[in-house]
């Protein structure tokens, strides 16, 4: 595993909605959980959600809780991230990245490895 690759990013509408997708390996299905991030202009990375490799440990930081949804298909080697109801404040380069399960527990305060280069969102009327 190298790196991984984000794609599904795009222009759209407030209100409107997008599915990010990130495409790993078959190594990286088997022991990587996968967190989506997004970086803003002038401001700090920022995790938004993250899934384990067996899919039964979910997170939704604020900014995504209620909105955003995470899954995984480990047959296809890709997570996802269907955001709804987006904002402007959605705006962002939006990463994804895996953390080792064999070495920590799922979606923690552990490192993340093989960050993709990022595909942009923007939300704008």
């Known amino acids: 595993q190298s790196q991984f690759m984000e794609s599904g990013g795009g222009l759209v509408r407030p209100g409107g909605s997008l599915r990010l997708s990130c495409a790993g390996s078959?190594?990286?299905?088997?022991?990587?959980?996968i967190g989506w991030f997004r970086q803003a202009p002038g401001k700090e990375r920022e995790r938004v959600s993250c899934?384990?490799?067996?899919?039964?440990?979910?997170r939704y930081d604020d900014s995504s809780k209620g909105r955003f949804t995470i899954s995984r298909d480990n047959a296809k080697n890709t997570v996802y991230l269907q955001m709804n109801s987006l904002t402007t404040e959605d705006t962002a380069v939006y990463y994804c990245a895996g953390q080792d399960e064999r070495i920590g527990a799922p979606c923690g305060n552990g490192a993340y490895y093989y960050w993709g280069q990022g595909t942009q969102v923007t939300v704008s009327s």
């Open positions: 899934i384990s490799v067996d899919g039964r440990t979910v």
């Open positions: 078959r190594f990286t299905s088997n022991n990587y959980a």
